[in-house]
RNA sequence: GCGCCCGUAGCUCAGUGGAUAGAGCGUUAGGUUGCGGACCUAAAGGUCGUGGGUUCGAGUCCCGCCGGGCGCACCA
């Protein structure tokens, strides 16, 4: 669409309908400033653009003129092209001006019949944009979650989870090739203080009061293996703070740290199948600990010291961020010799660009928010585009119980889990709930209304809209009806409930467009929501499994075919099952 | 104190500088003998926190104020 308006609007300079602008780049400014979308109100047409009234003052003229030369160039190009015209056919039958100088189109009925046709032949292929010719396959890595295996996801991880899964599915679906990571930390004070707590439950003594309290740390206490608990008791009796010396083996670990990495690798794994259950699975699990074995960290520290980014400083090691506009420099090693997460963090930068990465995206909680910057800032002074790093940051979900809120900590044991959650209300209401949200912006989150809710979750409507199409489907093949091979004449009254159905269809690649660029779900979700309604407002009106009609009645099938197709493709795009009955 | 984010219908939330600000839930009134009633049609419900500004046009951009959240470590 954007390129055929773009297409009349040149040639309408070209011809002199409208006056060239005094300068040849604002007018590929304006072309790509093109926007073409759909009116709130039908009747205005299928799409309207503006380009009119945007461009008003490069081609000084009025909008209305304009958009009059543009609709036009549109309407002499569909003749054209319908006399025997060289070409495939544009999409545009019918262009307008409207208003103060909206143009206004409609689509040719045969553009919808194309579509649909193409849907039909490779229903698993819609949805799925080429990636232009041009455009560069993005290989992105998503690093999300990423809790520290000190205690289960909480439903406080959930929201992130799905946001950073959801996200995967949209860029893969426009053609980029997508890594989902999973970082965690398996050394240091936090991991310690599990094993301490840990042990202090087996040998029946009261847990520290900084140590982690709840009930899953007796359980972990009952279940240690005898040759875990065979090496703990062997191991030397030190104390202090597990450092990277401490782990890659050059100083032997203690009892604490034995048993602290063994209950974070078992919280690992029951991360790992948690999170499997919500259909989220990783590629890749990069722990911490690894930037430094493999020499990561060192090799960043390298290339910041050559860039002459680094200062040494009461005895700590420091990155001059302030050359950048941070407020304060950041510390990479402390004083102790021990090294901080930021130095963790440039360390995996560099990692994951000699994976062959070109676009980086962290989903982060919005705490966080005062590390971006600084992060940002390190990859650009260790040779990295600081534009290919980007972190989303996924706003607080607020737990509500009956209006008032709920603490969640994980030390004190005073959170639901992941897995309770998903008991409640299931995994496919839950995707659907955070995708049709902006994950930048804090929402309230009521367990007990949303269990008491949750068969009002618009996604029943979606999933019953899907079942019904597949039920049709199967009672017409019961009834030997088969549906047409093409769309025919169906589509020709643009007012017909089938001609509003195939508008609905034939949106899904915008919205996955859209949805990719932006980085957001909740367009996928207003689309199945939509495109369910359009099913059951033809559904009403049109009888699709008719034996006296069979003509009428192939065709339809047809529709319904595609439909189905479209509606199973948004709902797998959102990680939610695509039930054919209820 | 400084910085970032947020404030839209009774509730939970959408809303690419464009036309009459939308959806779901809830409320109200109808409909559905025809393929699945987990349905359909419609109504009521809004000073888009507030006051200025920019613009042909502002919920959207800029500034002030009010209210809420978060962050400001040689913590992780």
Redesign the pocket.
Known sequence: MRDAVARALRRAVASGALPAPDDAAALDALVAGI?V?I???R???DY?S?IA??G?KVLKRAPAQIAAAIAAELTAEASERMHGGGGALGPIAHAEV???G?L?LRLRAGLLADHLDAIVRAPLAWGHLAVAAGAPAYRVNIEFVSA?PTGPLTIGNARGAFVGDLLSRVLEAAGQSVTREYYF?DF???VRRLGESVIALRNGVAVAENGYKGDYVGELAAAIPPDVAARAAAAPKRSGEIDVEGYDGTVADDEIAVIGRWASERIRAGIEASLAVLGVEFDVWRSEGSLYTEGFVDRAIGKLRDGNWLEE????LWFKSTAFGD??DR?IR???G?Y??FGSDLGYIVEKFSRGHDRLIYVWG??????VARLRNAGEALGFDKESVEMLLV??VRFVRDGVEMSMSKRAGTFITLDELLEEIGVDAARWYFA???A???????IEAAKA?S??N?V??AQ?AH??M???LR?ASAESLAPATAIGSLLDDHTSPEAKLARAIVRLP?VVE?SSTHH?T?GVT?YA?EL??AF??F???????DASAPERSAGRLRLVAAAAASLSAALRLLGISTP???
Do not use: L
């Open positions: 926007e979308e009116p709130g109100n009747d205005h047409g309207a503006n009234m945007k008003s409207a208003g103060p909206f206004n520290n930390n240091g004070e936090q400083r009461e005895g700590a407020d304060k510390v402390k004083s102790s021990a901080t997460y919005q705490d966080h928010h005062g590390t706003a607080w049709s949200r902006s930048t912006t804090a929402i309230d989150f009521d809710k068969s009002d618009p029943y409507y019953y079942a019904r597949c039920s049709i009672k915008e859209d957001e909740q207003t929501t369910a309604t059951s407002a559904y009403r009106d049109a009888k699709v499994v054919e009955e209820m």
